[in-house]
């Protein structure tokens, strides 16, 4: 039997397959996605689940004329195969390969970029606004996940999309997971179910009874199908997103091709705003996926026949890991530290803090606006918060951190995760700004450990310090360096001299100090001497020490896994300014005005400059003798 997957160009080639060709072609799309993912890592479980979604989608709708919007977009893998990708798909989240993510200028048929989450009810309000006022008629379809949903904007979007009554499709996609375990009073209403068997047996002998009745029992039962929908609201949400405006259909088996092709069918006759509640199962048809979806939301390399996720080089713990047993152990000795997440305890180290202070652990859902001002809340009655955030999602509560914690001056501390560049997630998910979103507001201490070990005492600094603070570390494993067993705060805005030199300094802050280092210690051998700092801090500044470099030499180059634009080089450039120090010359490396491309973590240094070999070639050229 020649595999269907390879008649499909386009959605058009879905029109014309029966039934059992469908079932077949889902079962492909299922081993193709597998298979890639086995190797590069990705988005697994969550493709997995909408892969008959996905198929009834294109099949009913005719993209790319109708827009579909995939919320976050890491459940588009499927998507991305039948819309002319499979002989790009093998290069997936690769250097100069296919994003895991939506992009526009990737295919016609990706009507949005997306990688963060619950945006795409507002993104579709837009494109039918758009249409509606171009005279338009084509549908526009938001996919939106119910982890998405715990999400503020996505109830924005609601509410507008609501009260203007648009001509809009939301397809609820509920498979009771974000990443980790839905929470909240939401997810325990969007759960709240009956079997279809049920309510179809239910009502079957309902209309039975009453219309044996004669004409008193039909009379009755038109009663009885106008409260209908009053029934249908006791069990499923429908009640909730109809107040919004919308009509609810559903919940149905997101898994059922010819259920799902006839329900969209029938909604593509609509003109009216209406949201599909589909029912569906993360890691569908591959078993360690559906046993372990939050493993598999986002996994490495794994081996397909068990599972088993492929380590790394190993040796050194991972930042996430030290961070997550150095805050436990802080909480130990101190019962006013509480920890936050939102809807990652896993991904963020905090699931052993979690496990051992349950009462002091809190998961908000995917909602970072409302972590950061419940945090705030939590430190003006006395607590020491610590969120932990991966840094291009905080940049979602960015309003919270200056309002509600900064401009109150409270001691809420940002354990932020994934800075400088993550990998193969790309630019979505790259932490190049939190240095220069965050060094602006008065009253944040900013600091940036070389290494796992000084995270260690960077966070009890944080903890210990009377306003916010901030201490951004990357993805990935660390040196291997000795772990202290108990931890010191630092002297606050002071940096470490690391080696002296004749000729100039390299001023570094975070995953760029061993990097610098090595670099220096290459050009001692060409005759040019450098000195090194590991600044440390961002905010404030070691303003003695830098002043002091800027007398000596004439020269200083900073480095940083950053923005070049607002962040550690510039700092010192706007220290020398206010100090009248016109006699430095500063040269700033760091990552370029652009969004960078996705690629390993090496890669990317690499190709920016900021390893070793191109931090040595840039102070070569700088300083070169």
């Not at 890639?36 to 979604?53: D, F, M, Q, T």
């Not at 990706?110 to 795409?120: I, K, L, N």
């Not at 700004?433 to 602006?440: A, E, K, N, V």
């Not at 070990?453 to 600094?461: A, F």
């Amino acid at each position: 039997m020649s595999a269907i997957l390879d008649r499909i160009a386009s959605p058009a080639d879905l029109k014309g397959l029966s039934p059992g060709e469908l079932a077949q072609l889902a079962g492909e799309l299922r081993q193709e996605i597998i298979a890639v993912c086995a190797k590069n890592g990705g988005h697994l479980a969550p493709s997995l689940g909408v892969v008959e979604l996905t198929l009834a989608l294109h099949r009913v709708f005719e993209s790319p004329t109708d827009r579909i919007i995939w919320d976050v977009g890491h459940q588009a893998y499927a998507h991305k195969l039948i819309t002319g990708r499979r002989e790009r798909f093998g290069t997936l989240r690769t250097l100069g390969g296919i994003s895991g993510f939506p992009k526009r200028n990737e295919s016609p048929h990706d009507a949005f970029d997306t990688g963060h989450t619950s945006t795409s009810i507002s993104a579709a309000l837009g494109f039918a606004a758009a249409r509606d006022l171009r005279g338009g008629r084509n549908k526009v379809i938001a996919v939106i996940g119910d982890g998405s949903m715990t999400g503020g904007i996505a109830y924005e979007g609601l509410n507008h999309a609501g009260h203007l009554n648009k001509d809009l499709v939301v397809v609820l996609n509920d498979n009771e997971m974000s990443i980790a375990e839905n929470v909240g009073a939401l997810s325990n209403f969007l759960n709240r179910t009956v079997t279809s068997e049920f309510v179809h047996t239910m009502k079957k002998e309902l209309e039975g009874f009453l219309g044996s009745l004669d004409r008193i029992g039909r009379g009755v039962l038109k009663v009885a199908k106008r409260a209908e929908e009053s029934l249908k609201g006791l069990f499923t949400p429908g009640m909730l997103f109809e107040a919004f405006g919308f009509e609810y259909i559903g919940p149905i088996d997101g898994h059922d091709i010819e259920r799902l092709t006839a329900t969209f069918e029938k909604v593509r006759r609509f003109d009216d705003a209406v949201l599909i509640h589909v029912l569906t199962r993360k890691g569908k048809g591959y078993p360690p996926a559906e046993e372990r979806p939050a493993l598999f939301h986002g996994v490495g390399p794994f081996e397909i026949e068990t599972g088993k996720v492929l380590k790394g080089k190993g040796g050194a713990a991972s930042y996430t890991g030290v961070f997550g047993e150095a805050i436990k152990k802080l909480a130990a000795g101190d019962d006013r530290i509480v920890a936050l997440t939102a809807a990652m305890p896993d991904g963020t180290g905090l699931t052993p803090f979690a496990a051992e202070f349950p009462e002091r652990f809190f998961d908000v859902g995917i909602a970072e606006q409302h972590g950061v001002t419940f945090a705030a809340g939590l430190a003006a009655e006395g607590y020491r918060p610590v969120f932990a955030v991966y840094s291009s999602f905080l940049q979602r509560a960015y309003d919270q951190v200056f309002h509600d914690v900064c401009l109150q001056n409270l001691p809420v501390t940002f354990a932020i995760d994934r800075a400088g560049v993550v990998g193969s997630d790309g630019p979505t998910h790259h932490g190049l700004f939190d240095l220069s979103y965050l060094r602006p507001l008065p009253n944040m201490v900013l600091m940036a450990p070389k290494d796992e070990n000084e995270l260690q005492h960077m966070l009890r600094t944080a903890l210990e310090h009377e306003g916010p603070a901030a201490v951004r570390y990357p993805r990935g494993n660390g040196y291997g360096v000795s772990l202290d067993q108990t931890y010191q705060s630092l002297p606050l805005g002071r940096g470490e001299v690391l080696r002296e030199g004749l000729h100039g300094a390299i001023l570094a802050v975070g995953t760029t100090v061993y990097p610098a280092r090595e670099a220096a210690e290459e050009l001692a051998g060409e005759g040019i001497d450098l000195a090194v700092v590991n600044a440390r801090f961002v905010k404030p500044l070691d303003r003695e020490l830098v002043l002091s470099l800027a007398q000596r030499f004439d020269r200083l180059l900073t480095v940083e896994e950053n923005a070049v634009q607002g962040g550690f080089g510039t700092a010192v450039l706007e220290l020398l300014e206010e100090e009248g120090v016109t006699g430095a010359s500063v040269l700033r490396l760091g990552y370029p005005d652009r969004f960078v491309e996705q690629g390993e973590q090496h890669e990317l240094r690499a190709i920016h400059g900021l390893d070793a070999p191109g931090i040595a070639a840039r102070a070569r050229e700088f300083f070169g003798r």
